[in-house]
C-alpha cells in the first residue's frame, strides 16, 4: 500500500510539472496553445491517478464509483456547455463564475473532510498517537483557511458575474462599508478559531460558511465596473489559493503546487490592472470611485454638439491614418463586426487602420482583444497603449467606440483628481476625433470628459452599433 | 467502522510548506510580462489549473453512504466534484476556443 502511495506521488509530481509548463507556455503568443493541452493533460493525468489508486486502496466496501460518476458525469456536461455556448461577449461572466466554482469546490473538499472526520477526531483527541496533533493542526488550519478563502471566492464571484450581466442592483450590498468587512473578516476567523477548539461543531462550521459568503459579497458588492478587471484577476488568484489550502487538508502536493502557481499568477494580472489604472489596491478593494469624485459632476452643464453619421464619415475622406479606441461600450452593444466593417472599407480605400487597446478597457483582462479577435480583425493591428500614442499626433481620425476614463484628458490635466496619473491614450492629439457613445454622461470615475466638448471633437449620439452601421453606410459611399 | 487516523511528521510538514513557499515563487516568476491578447486566457486557463481540487474532490466523493454523518460527507464530495469538473471542463475547453480564435488571425 505505501508503494502505491509513493508511486502515486511521483506521478503527481508529473502532473504538477505539466501544470508548471502549462502556465509558462500561455504566457506568450506562440506557445499559448500548447500550454493550454499541457495544463490539460497534467489534469487528465492526475485524476487517472486519483482513481487508480482509489481502486487499489479500496477497503471492502470497494470504491463508491456510482457516485464517482456521478459527479464527474454532471461536471463534465454543465463544464462543456458552458464553454461551447458561451459567446465572446460573455466572456468575462463566465470566468467570473468559474473562478467560483473553483473556490466552491475546494472549500467543499475542506468541509467534506471534515465532517467525515470529525467524530473520530474527538475520539482521537483524549488518546492522541504520535503525530496526531500536527495533522490535526495543519488539518483544521486548512479547513478553515479553504473554507474563509473558497466561500468568499464564491460569492464574489457571483455578484461580480451578475455586476457584468447588469443583473446587480446597486442599493443591494451590505451597509457598514469597510468596518462591515472587517467585522465579517474577524467573525470567520473567530469561528475558524473555535473549530480548532472544537470539530466536530456544527454552530461554529455554520458560522464560518456564512460569515464567508457574506465576506465575499461585502467586498465586490460595492466595486464599480471599470475596477471588475482588477476584481476578476484578484479572485482569480483566491481560487489558486483555496486549493492550495486544500492541498494541505488532504495532503497533496499537486494541489500545493498547482494552487499556488495560479494564486501567484493571479496576483501577477492583478498587478498589472491596477497599475493600467493607476490606482493601488487597496484603492480598488477599499474606496469606492463615487465618494472620492461625488463634487467633479456638479459644475455647470456644458452641453456638446451631436453629430450625424454622414457628417462625421467625411472626415475618413482622403485620411491616412485612422486609430480605432474600444472600449467597454463596443462590448455592449457588441459593435465588434461592424467596426472591422467599417476598417475593412478604409482599408480598400487606401487608409491605414490601427485599433488602440488600453489594458484595462472593458471589464476583464484581455477584454477588447478577445472581441475584436472574434471579429477577425487581424492581431497585428492591435497595438498596446506605449506602442500607439506617439501615433495619435499623425492619425488624421481617431475613432473611439465607447470609451471614456481611458481618453480621459483630465488624466494629465488634474494631476490631483480621482483620474491623474492614469496612463491614458492620447486622442486628443488626433486631428479630428468621432466619438460613439450613449451620452455625455461622466464614465466609471465621475469625472465629465473635456473632450467631448472641443471643436476637434464629432460626437455620434446612441447605440455604438446602429451608430456605427450608419456611419458604415457613409463610408461606403465616400 | 472506524477510520485510523492520519499522522503528520515535522519532516513532511516542512516539506510540504516549502513545496508550497517555492510554489508561490516560482509563479511570480513564471509569467512576469504577458502580452494583453493572452490577458483573458491565461486567466482562464490558470483557472482550469486551479481545478486540480477536482484530486480531493474525488477522494471525498468516495465515501460509503451508511449512517447520516457519513452520507452528509459523500454527498458534500459529489456536489464538490461536480463543481471541480465544470471548473477543468469548461475552463480548458474555453482557453482553447479563445486561443483557436487568436490563431486564426495570425495568417
Known amino acids: 500500500m505505501d508503494q502505491i502511495t509513493h508511486l502515486a506521488d511521483l506521478g503527481y509530481l508529473v502532473a504538477a510539472a505539466l501544470f508548471i509548463l502549462g502556465i509558462k507556455g500561455l504566457g506568450s503568443p506562440r506557445t499559448a496553445v500548447r500550454g493550454n493541452q499541457l495544463g490539460a493533460a497534467g489534469m487528465f493525468l492526475a485524476v487517472l491517478i486519483t482513481v487508480v489508486q482509489m481502486q487499489a486502496e479500496a477497503g471492502e466496501g470497494g470504491v463508491q464509483w456510482g457516485l464517482v460518476a456521478l459527479g464527474l458525469a454532471a461536471g463534465g456536461a454543465v463544464g462543456l456547455l458552458m464553454a461551447k455556448r458561451v459567446e465572446m461577449t460573455g466572456m468575462p461572466e463566465l470566468v467570473a463564475l468559474l473562478n467560483g466554482f473553483g473556490g466552491a469546490a475546494s472549500s467543499l473538499v475542506g468541509l467534506a473532510e471534515l465532517v467525515r472526520l470529525a467524530p473520530e477526531m474527538t475520539a482521537a483527541d483524549g488518546d492522541p498517537a504520535a503525530g496526531y496533533a500536527l495533522w490535526r493542526a495543519v488539518f483544521l488550519i486548512g479547513v478553515g483557511a479553504s473554507s474563509l478563502i473558497g466561500w468568499t471566492t464564491l460569492t464574489g464571484s457571483v455578484v461580480a458575474m451578475l455586476k457584468l450581466s447588469g443583473k446587480w442592483n446597486d442599493k443591494l450590498g451590505l451597509p457598514g462599508g469597510n468596518a462591515a468587512k472587517a467585522v465579517l473578516l474577524a467573525g470567520a476567523v473567530v469561528s475558524a478559531g473555535m473549530l480548532f477548539g472544537d470539530p466536530a461543531s456544527t454552530t461554529w462550521l455554520v458560522a464560518l460558511t456564512v460569515t464567508s459568503c457574506l465576506l465575499g459579497v461585502a467586498f465586490v458588492a460595492p466595486i464599480g465596473g471599470a475596477d471588475m478587471p482588477v476584481v476578476i484577476s484578484f479572485l482569480n488568484s483566491l481560487s489558486g489559493v483555496a486549493a492550495s489550502a486544500t492541498g494541505f487538508v488532504v495532503g497533496n502536493n499537486a494541489l500545493i503546487i498547482s494552487g499556488s502557481l495560479v494564486g501567484a499568477a493571479g496576483l501577477i494580472l492583478t498587478g498589472i490592472m491596477c497599475k493600467a489604472m493607476n490606482r493601488p489596491f487597496k484603492d480598488v478593494m477599499f474606496k469606492a470611485y463615487g465618494a472620492a469624485a461625488g463634487s467633479s459632476g456638479s459644475g455647470e452643464k456644458r452641453s456638446a454638439r451631436g453629430y450625424e453619421a454622414d457628417e462625421a464619415a467625411m472626415t475618413f475622406d482622403g485620411a491616412r491614418l485612422v486609430i480605432v479606441v474600444p472600449g467597454y461600450g463596443m462590448a455592449v452593444s457588441q459593435a465588434q463586426h461592424v467596426v472591422r466593417e467599417i476598417a475593412d472599407e478604409l482599408e480598400a480605400k487606401g487608409t491605414e487602420v490601427r485599433y488602440a487597446i488600453h489594458p484595462v478597457a472593458g471589464r476583464m483582462p484581455g477584454h477588447m482583444n478577445v472581441l475584436l479577435a472574434e471579429a477577425n480583425v487581424p492581431y497585428d493591428k492591435l497595438y498596446e497603449l506605449d506602442d500607439i500614442n506617439s501615433a495619435f499626433s499623425e492619425c488624421d481620425v481617431a475613432l473611439v467606440v465607447g470609451a471614456n476614463d481611458t481618453v480621459n484628458p483630465a488624466a494629465h490635466t488634474d494631476p490631483t483628481g480621482p483620474l491623474g496619473g492614469m496612463p491614458i491614450l492620447d486622442v486628443e492629439k488626433a486631428r479630428t476625433t468621432i466619438i460613439v457613445k450613449r451620452s455625455l454622461s461622466p464614465g466609471y470615475a465621475g469625472v465629465d470628459n473635456d473632450l467631448f466638448y472641443r471643436s476637434s471633437t464629432m460626437m455620434l449620439f446612441g447605440d455604438g452599433k446602429k451608430k456605427l452601421t450608419e456611419l458604415l453606410s457613409s463610408v461606403k459611399e465616400l | ?107
Open chain 2, 1 to 107: 467502522m472506524i477510520a485510523v487516523l492520519p499522522t503528520l511528521s515535522p519532516e513532511v510538514l516542512i516539506a510540504a510548506l516549502s513545496v508550497f513557499v517555492l510554489s508561490i515563487f516560482l509563479g511570480f516568476e513564471l509569467i512576469s510580462k504577458v502580452p494583453p491578447t493572452l490577458h483573458t486566457p491565461l486567466m482562464s486557463g490558470a483557472n482550469a489549473i486551479s481545478g486540480i481540487t477536482i484530486v480531493g474532490a474525488l477522494v471525498a466523493a468516495n465515501v460509503a453512504m451508511e449512517g447520516g454523518r457519513s452520507s452528509l460527507a459523500a454527498g458534500i464530495g459529489v456536489l464538490a466534484l461536480a463543481l471541480a469538473t465544470i471548473n477543468v471542463v469548461g475552463g480548458f475547453l474555453v482557453t482553447g476556443r479563445m486561443l483557436a480564435m487568436f490563431k486564426k488571425k495570425e495568417r
